[in-house]
């Protein structure tokens, strides 16, 4: 399975690590920026790229990084075929949810509210969890794609 991986500055060192956690899982990891710290970077920057590499290849998911990973899922969820969802902490319902009913096919992480830890039991849970499938999912993800 191939996942895409960005980040802005405040997620910089978060991506690395998860990129890591990945890579020793034995998925495939494209690392679409940034490549080098720079506490100026814009997160539309780089999670455009991934969204649109994430839309464009139907099996790959996406897992971008920010401070809150707000804005990122934002910038994200503006690319047709995108769903992003945000976790930063908290009842872990809400990942497998996004999988569930959603079908995200981006994970949007809070660095400022995460530990790495909590990050990479995170990603693999909501990796592992599947999209259910059900027609009302199917019908409500059909109309959010023709928006």
């Known amino acids: 399975m191939r996942i895409f991986l960005a980040s802005?500055?405040?997620g910089f060192a978060l991506?690395?690590?998860?990129?890591d956690f990945l890579r020793n899982k034995s998925f495939e990891v494209e690392d679409t920026g940034p490549a080098a710290l720079d506490p100026g970077d814009?997160?539309?920057?780089?999670?455009?790229p991934l969204a649109q590499k994430v839309a464009q290849n139907k099996?790959?998911?996406g897992v971008l990084v920010g401070f809150s990973g707000q804005g990122e899922a934002m910038a994200a969820n503006r690319v047709a075929g995108a769903r992003a969802a945000v976790y930063y902490?908290?009842?872990e319902e809400i990942l497998k949810l996004s999988r569930e009913h959603n079908d995200a096919n981006?994970?949007?992480?809070g660095a400022q509210f995460l530990t790495e830890e909590e990050a990479e039991k995170a990603l693999a849970l909501w990796l592992a969890t599947?999209?259910?499938n059900e027609e009302r999912h199917?019908?409500?993800i059909q109309k959010l794609d023709h928006i």
Do not use: E, Q, V, W
């Not at 991506?15 to 990129?19: E, H, Q, R, T, V």
């Not at 814009?42 to 455009?48: E, G, L, M, R």
């Not at 981006?106 to 992480?109: A, D, W």
């Open 8 to 10: 802005d500055h405040a």
């Open 15 to 19: 991506k690395n690590a998860l990129a």
């Open 42 to 48: 814009d997160y539309p920057d780089f999670c455009t």
């Open 59 to 61: 099996d790959s998911f």
């Open 89 to 91: 902490g908290g009842d």
């Open 106 to 109: 981006i994970l949007s992480l």
């Open 130 to 132: 599947p999209f259910s």
């Open 138 to 140: 199917l019908r409500r």
